[in-house]
Structure formats: structure tokens, C-alpha cells
């Protein structure tokens, strides 16, 4: 039985355009001395500040070593602030300094540039449909990976 193209090359060109939209961000925004890690660090906590440090680490779906590493660089280069929680000094809050803010305006243009550069060629209701069809996609593969931990936990449950 003859397999369909899009069956075969869906999954590898996911993959394939994850893989150099990583590399270009990452080598645009190596012109402000910022990974791309930090920039997504940064936004984060610029969309939710005095989010727990822990809570960012579920967010970005990253060990809490890896984040407090990458804070740790952003605080030494005065872009960020750890506070302590007024209710549990284990808890440490994160804030942007003064010196994000502008940097952030920065990147918010280059962001632009890269979605830009992305969708060139693509009309205004194209790329719309296409964001469409994209988070339609996340989350078909949101809930099937969520009935499958569901199975796994009741198989874990019922033995």
C-alpha cells in the first residue's frame, strides 16, 4: 500500500523547520549577546512578573538547574532580579531591571523581522490560516498526549 507524502514528511519537516527557526533566532539574537534561552527567559518574565522561579521552570518545560543557570546570567548582566517571597523565603520571585526594558524593545523588533522573514510571501489571511491550522495541530497533539498519560496513569493505578 502506497504511503500518502504528507504521511511520510510531515513529522521530519516539523522537525526540520523547528531546527532552523532555533538557529536563526539564535544567531539574530546573538547580535544583542543574548541566547535564545535568555530571550525566552526575558519574555516570560516581562508577561508575568514576580512569577515564581519554579513556576517559569514548568512553563518552559525545563529542568530548574538549567533556568537557574540561565537566570543567573541575565541577574549578572543586570536584566533580571531575583526577590524572596514575603511568605516563603525558599520562594524566589523574578523581576525585570530598568535595563531589560529597552533591550526588550529590541528584540520585540526582531522577533518581528524573523516572523517576517519566515512568512515572506505569504498574504495577510494566509499566514492566519496557517496559525490556525498550527494550533489546531498543537492541540491535537496536546490531547492525545494527554489521553496517553491518562491511560498510563490508570494502567500504573489498576495494575
Not at 514528511?9 to 541566547?35: H, S
Not at 512569577?51 to 514548568?58: D, H, I, N
Not at 531591571?97 to 505569504?122: D, N, V
Amino acid at each position: 500500500m502506497a504511503r500518502d507524502p504528507v504521511d511520510v514528511n510531515f513529522l521530519f519537516a516539523l522537525g526540520e523547520l523547528q531546527r532552523l527557526v532555533r538557529v536563526y533566532a539564535d544567531k539574530e539574537a546573538a547580535r544583542f549577546g543574548m541566547t535564545r534561552a535568555q530571550w525566552a527567559v526575558l519574555a516570560r518574565v516581562e508577561r508575568n512578573e514576580g512569577m515564581k522561579q519554579s513556576e517559569l521552570a514548568e512553563q518552559m518545560e525545563m529542568q530548574p538547574i538549567t533556568l537557574t543557570r540561565l537566570i543567573d546570567k541575565l541577574a549578572d548582566a543586570g536584566l533580571i532580579e531575583r526577590r524572596g517571597d514575603d511568605s516563603d523565603r525558599r520562594v524566589n520571585r523574578l523581576y525585570l531591571k530598568k535595563a531589560a526594558r529597552p533591550l526588550l524593545a529590541k528584540l520585540a523588533e526582531l522577533k518581528a523581522e524573523l516572523t517576517a522573514t519566515a512568512l515572506a510571501g505569504f498574504g495577510p489571511a494566509d499566514a492566519q490560516r496557517l496559525m490556525t491550522q498550527l494550533e489546531a495541530i498543537k492541540e491535537n497533539v496536546r490531547n492525545a498526549l494527554q489521553s496517553l498519560c491518562d491511560e498510563q496513569r490508570k494502567e500504573q493505578h489498576y495494575g
